[in-house]
T-cell receptor, first 116, second 118 residues
């Protein structure tokens, strides 16, 4: 069975500083990994994904994530945080060998707060 | 292009009442999903569909039923609502065959239905 852990319920960072939101995963095969962002009273919005290839993946709004197979991690990063980045972030994993339907398993979410 | 549209946005029910949540997508997606979001628990998959006329159970299916009579619509039913079903419900869809391998495509989400059961 696949699983995702987001060890931090909340991350606080000052505007202009780099940010990291952590994610570790567990799957039986090679993972497909995703990051989503959720703003208040909205649905989840897709940020980026890792399927195969380059371990550093770039996505929307200046976010990037690094896939590390040995550490089973997929941390979300941004070089310079903005107040508008404050939101709830979800990591998700899919095991491509676990049935059909593109089912994802989501982490519990990390609340990012960027302060002036 | 509306994406994924959920109806209604808010609803309050009494215990034992029934209701149906509607999800519609205009992206010609093959797959559709219903999730519930509860504080501290992330999103949990209730039911999903891999195509018109098909449905399958997810992680937390008890107390819910679904139907996908048309490719663009996915309905979630609560037959006899219970307070434990108070939650925010999200519909999602993925997989357009014209956009490459279905397995590589992300899910697209609606803005949710906030359901309270008294």
């Amino acid at each position: 069975a696949q699983s995702v852990a987001q060890p931090e319920d909340q991350v606080n960072v000052a505007e202009g500083n780099p940010l990291t939101v952590k994610c570790t995963y567990s799957v039986s095969g090679n993972p497909y990994l995703f990051w989503y962002v959720q703003y208040p009273n909205r649905g989840l919005q897709f940020l980026l994904k890792y399927i195969t290839g380059d371990n550093l993946v770039k996505g929307s709004y200046g976010f990037e994530a690094e896939f590390n197979k040995s550490q089973t991690s997929f941390h979300l990063k941004k070089p310079s945080a903005l107040v508008s980045d404050s939101a709830l972030y979800f990591c998700a994993v899919r095991d491509p060998f676990e049935g059909g339907g593109n089912k994802l398993t989501f982490g519990t979410g990390t609340q990012l707060k960027v302060e002036l | 292009n509306a994406g994924v549209t959920q109806t209604p946005k808010f609803r309050v029910l009494k215990t034992g009442q029934s209701m149906t949540l509607l999800c519609a997508q205009d992206m010609n997606h093959e797959y559709m999903y219903w999730y519930r979001q509860d504080p501290g628990m992330g999103l949990r998959l209730i039911h999903y569909s891999v195509g018109e006329g098909t449905t399958a159970k997810g992680e937390v299916p008890d107390g819910y039923n679904v139907s996908r009579l048309k490719k663009q619509n996915f309905l979630l039913g609560l037959e006899s609502a219970a307070p434990s079903q108070t939650s925010v419900y999200f519909c999602a869809s993925s997989g357009n065959r014209d956009r490459g391998p279905l397995g590589n495509q992300p899910q697209h989400f609606g803005d949710g239905t906030r359901l309270s059961i008294l």
